[in-house]
């Protein structure tokens, strides 16, 4: 159990970390604070997902072995000893200063975006009167989602990475990113006021949820592909090891519930398996590229200068799926580098956002 004095250490470091940009926010003129604050939210939240990836990426997501300190500590600098021994112990393992850092201010970045939700809960209720019970019960619902994915980050640590839950962890923190960006582009009006929102609706909200369900689809097999270190295992582009087609277990690769490295049974998982875990993800990436291309080339059919926004969000949902075909071939052509790596997570992650924006702008009477 975590002492009082590490949770009062680390609780004091999100104040300090939440509380420099609601500074900003508070001096800058125009819009209203909460707007601001949920904008902000939805920022705070893309960086830590992209950081999340870069902690992931360079092995660092044990670099602290507890949580949610280090070593009973709340910085790597109270632990250094306890850092430098495991890393004398274990030159090549999981725990160094640098990969204790990492760690650590993704965690710091995790708290500050639970402490601004804290805020924005705070704000809502404030609210109360003028606003109706609308965004506190959203700010609540925001509150409830960031707590489990707390709890995912924790058992990240606590269960050695174990891929099911480091990948529930990353598909939870896009799920927050979508909430929060529902949740600020909503038009928040008071009780008593006479400002309607009109608005024209042209996109279908079936096809968009199809859209929306095949993206996180395809997010989950990214996730499975990285957690189980896959990228690799097929080598080349496009075919894997010289084959069109190759060999298969999908039961051993779509086994969930087992260790980092590991089949069902305990023991080492086949080459095969982790090629049936890559192949899946390319495979579906060819859905995802007609659906969502298809999306946006229905909008672009429809345009017109009142939905001069959508068409902006419709361009940038097809530059993003080019991203994302070009980083995605990246990492298996010049062996998975850090760079595309990290613009595939963070292209996910603006897919999402796009997606999240267009879905303002859909109409569910076409059912």
Known sequence: MPSLILLLELALIAIVFAGLPLAYLWTRPGYSFFQKLNWLLVFMTFDLIVFGAFTRLTDSGLGCPDWPGCYGNSNPLHALGDIKQAEH??????????????????????????????????TAFSKLKSLGKGPLLGSLGLLLLVCVQGAFGAWTVTLKLQPIIVTFHLILALLLLAALTSFAQQVWVGKNSAVQVLQIKPVSGVLWLFAFVTLFCQIFLGAWVSTNYAVLACPEFPTCLGSAWPETNWQEGFTLWRQLGLNAQGEFISPVALQTIHWAHRLFACLVLLVLSFLAWQILQRSSPATENLNRFAKLLLSLLGLQMITGISNVIFQWPLVAALLHTAGSAALVFCMVRIGYWTSWKRL
Not at 95 to 118: D, F, N, Q
């Open 89 to 122: 112990l274990l030159p090549d393992g999981p725990v160094t200063v640098m990969k204790a850092w990492i760690e650590m201010i993704h965690r710091y970045l995790a708290m500050t975006v639970g402490a601004l939700i804290l805020v924005q809960v705070g």
